[in-house]
């Protein structure tokens, strides 16, 4: 006979420890030193940083500006045309136009 009640405080612990470890700002690197990270994303990247978008969401206390955040993802690359960006929005919605 097996035991399952033991998981569900094991998964219920382990869901708390990653909560926590998201909430917990990385010490160490100070506001100042990620957005120098962010200035040095130069040139297309290939795929998203992926790395130090984690960096920028476990320093909340920074407030990062959407621009900062898309060129630590995406480096120098374009913001896509505005129609595009609108059209995105628009296409999800149900209103029947």
Not at 24 to 41: D, F, K, L, N
Not at 66 to 75: I, K, L, M
Request: proline fraction near 8%.
């Amino acid at each position: 006979m097996m035991h399952y009640y033991r998981k569900p405080p094991v998964i219920g612990l382990l869901g708390m420890l990653v909560m926590n470890a998201h909430a917990v700002p990385a010490e160490g690197e100070s506001c100042a030193q990620i957005r120098e990270q962010i200035t040095a994303q130069t040139g297309l990247l290939p795929k998203p940083d992926t790395v130090l978008l984690e960096k920028l969401g476990t320093h909340q206390e920074c407030r990062f500006t959407s621009a900062e955040v898309y060129r630590a993802a995406y480096g120098d690359k374009p913001l896509p045309p505005r129609e595009m960006r609108e059209e995105r929005h628009r296409h999800g919605d149900d209103d029947g136009d």
